[in-house]
């Protein structure tokens, strides 16, 4: 099991001074789903823009396969990070090819074509995301659990060691919300991708990570097993409201409710 990302002692602060990430250390391996958990404003984004490389931190190292990402160039670590958002937004209507081709662009020399292996890979992301069959399809006119299936594509295509989802189910009825973590769960363990997905959805992350990290002011309050992080204790003084948690009587992973 090789370790993709490590993080050791990151301390990060806007322009405005207040530290956004404080004293932070965070292993990701092979093959292992990461939940971030926290309030809004706790520092889950800002963890993830770092572990991109669009934040550098002022304090600590990321180290990205062994090498500290501020070593990486822009194009490098493209190659090996991926970022999925809330929700896209695109200006022209693309096809539904043509955003999960955008992902082999850190692959392509300046004014360079993608070739017949681009979309070789393009084509396999689609199909290991489920969404081959929109191909054509405008982006413009997908729905949000079929766009966000494109979007995983697109990271896919990006062919990465570390895939980051920040809030990715937060638009999306309870179908697709399960669609998405049934998604990322199986392409974790499959592809051997270290993966870290920001939610609010506290069940599901609870159901389907191997491990959560719960934040708070920017600041990690626990991190464990979901059993360890999801209890009532816990919640409580993240979250700052009453809650009970008990078991899902199904799956028997943990469960909250407002109380
Ligand atoms: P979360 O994703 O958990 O809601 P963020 O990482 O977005 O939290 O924010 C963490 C803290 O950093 C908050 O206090 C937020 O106000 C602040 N922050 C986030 N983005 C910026 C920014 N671009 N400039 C200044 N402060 C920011
Ligand atoms: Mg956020």
């Given at each position: 099991?090789?370790?993709v990302?490590?993080?050791?002692?990151?301390?990060?602060?806007?322009?405005?001074?207040?530290?956004a990430?404080?004293?932070?250390d965070?292993?990701?391996?092979?093959?292992?789903l990461?939940?971030?958990?926290?309030?809004?404003?706790?520092?889950k984004?800002t963890?993830?823009?770092?572990?991109?490389?669009?934040?550098?931190?002022?304090?600590?190292?990321?180290?990205l396969?062994?090498?500290?990402?501020?070593?990486?160039?822009?194009?490098?670590?493209?190659?090996?990070?991926?970022?999925?958002?809330?929700?896209?937004?695109?200006?022209?209507?693309?096809?539904?090819?043509?955003?999960v081709?955008?992902?082999?662009?850190p692959y392509?020399?300046?004014?360079?074509?993608?070739?017949?292996?681009?979309?070789?890979?393009?084509?396999?992301?689609?199909?290991?995301?489920?969404?081959?069959?929109l191909?054509?399809?405008?982006?413009?006119?997908?729905?949000?659990?079929?766009?966000?299936?494109?979007m995983?594509?697109?990271?896919?295509?990006?062919?990465?060691?570390?895939?980051?989802?920040?809030?990715?189910?937060?638009?999306?009825?309870?179908?697709?919300?399960?669609?998405?973590?049934?998604?990322?769960?199986?392409?974790?363990?499959?592809?051997?991708?270290?993966?870290?997905?920001?939610?609010?959805?506290?069940?599901?992350?609870?159901?389907?990570?191997?491990?959560?990290?719960?934040?708070?002011?920017?600041?990690?309050?626990?991190?464990?097993?979901?059993?360890?992080?999801?209890?009532?204790?816990?919640?409580?003084?993240?979250?700052?409201?009453?809650?009970?948690?008990?078991?899902?009587?199904?799956?028997?992973?943990?469960?909250?409710?407002?109380?």
């Amino acid at each position: 099991m090789g370790r993709v990302i490590s993080l050791r002692q990151v301390g990060f602060s806007y322009d405005d001074g207040a530290w956004a990430l404080t004293g932070l250390d965070l292993d990701v391996d092979r093959g292992e789903l990461v939940g971030v958990l926290g309030p809004n404003g706790s520092g889950k984004s800002t963890l993830l823009k770092i572990v991109d490389g669009l934040l550098a931190p002022q304090e600590g190292v990321v180290r990205l396969n062994g090498r500290p990402v501020s070593d990486y160039s822009r194009a490098e670590l493209a190659r090996e990070v991926a970022m999925v958002g809330q929700e896209s937004h695109f200006r022209f209507s693309f096809s539904a090819l043509e955003v999960v081709l955008m992902g082999r662009f850190p692959y392509l020399g300046r004014f360079q074509f993608e070739g017949e292996r681009d979309m070789e890979v393009a084509r396999d992301a689609m199909e290991a995301t489920h969404c081959l069959y929109l191909a054509r399809r405008s982006i413009h006119e997908l729905s949000g659990g079929e766009k966000q299936r494109v979007m995983i594509a697109r990271a896919l295509a990006q062919e990465p060691s570390m895939v980051l989802l920040d809030e990715p189910t937060s638009f999306l009825d309870l179908r697709f919300k399960k669609e998405v973590f049934d998604l990322i769960r199986a392409l974790t363990h499959e592809r051997g991708l270290g993966v870290l997905v920001a939610t609010h959805d506290i069940d599901l992350a609870a159901a389907y990570c191997d491990r959560l990290v719960l934040l708070k002011s920017g600041r990690i309050h626990t991190t464990g097993i979901p059993e360890e992080v999801i209890t009532a204790s816990h919640m409580e003084a993240v979250y700052e409201c009453t809650v009970s948690v008990d078991r899902n009587p199904k799956t028997g992973s943990p469960r909250v409710t407002l109380v």
